[in-house]
Each structure stands twice: as structure tokens, then as C-alpha cells.
């Protein structure tokens, strides 16, 4: 069964900078297209970054310009640099592929404070 690990999360101050890491345990991790969600304490997860095969991104509007996802595909692994972060990003970060249906990971705790 695929595993998704995300790590990378922690506490940071308003304006900080993480970078989250996932590695998926899928043998063609380089053939599709990987996202990052996020999800609010009280609401739904949303998708915030994408990379496709060839490494197209997109953004949602929300953190176009402050979030960078990138992967490594020898490594089966997606990251996302997180800078100049918001008390609103907080909350709990996973990655997953796109339309591939594998199961959830534990995600990620990022908190940042004002």
C-alpha cells in the first residue's frame, strides 16, 4: 500500500519560513502529479500547490508568491518552501497525488503565531 510521510511542520513566528518534505512510497511517483493541501483548524482541506510531471506548478491565489512546490523525483519526494508565513496558514498540511485516491497521511502541524 502507497505511504504518504509529510514532515517538516513546527511553530513559527508571522513572517517565518518552513519547507515541508513528503515522500510517497508509489513506484511511478514520477509519472504523476503531486499536491499540497492545507486544512484550517474548522474547515476543509484545499488544495494550495501542484506539480505536475514535467513541473508545471500552480498556486492557489491565497499563497501565489509566498509558497514554492518542487519535487525530486529519484527521491519520491515533494516539498513545499513556505515564506513569509501568515497566522492564517496554520494548520494541518498533507500531500497527496491528484486523482489517484491513495489514503491520507498524517499530515503535518504547522502554527504560526502573530
Known amino acids: 500500500q502507497v505511504q504518504l510521510v509529510e514532515s517538516g511542520g513546527g511553530l513559527v513566528q508571522a513572517g517565518g519560513s518552513l519547507r515541508l518534505s513528503c515522500v510517497a512510497s508509489?513506484?511511478?511517483?514520477?509519472?504523476?502529479?503531486w499536491a499540497w493541501y492545507h486544512q484550517a483548524p474548522g474547515k476543509v482541506r484545499e488544495s494550495v500547490a501542484a506539480v505536475t510531471p514535467l513541473g508545471s506548478t500552480n498556486y492557489a491565489s491565497a499563497v501565489k508568491g509566498r509558497f514554492t512546490i518542487s519535487r525530486d523525483n529519484a527521491a519520491n519526494t515533494v516539498y513545499l518552501q513556505m515564506n513569509s508565513l501568515k497566522p492564517e496558514d496554520t494548520g494541518v498540511y498533507y500531500c497527496?497525488?491528484?486523482?489517484?485516491?491513495?489514503?491520507w497521511g498524517r499530515g503535518t502541524q504547522v502554527t504560526v503565531s502573530s
Open positions: 508509489r513506484s511511478d511517483f514520477r509519472h504523476n502529479t
Open positions: 497527496n497525488g491528484v486523482r489517484l485516491g491513495i489514503p
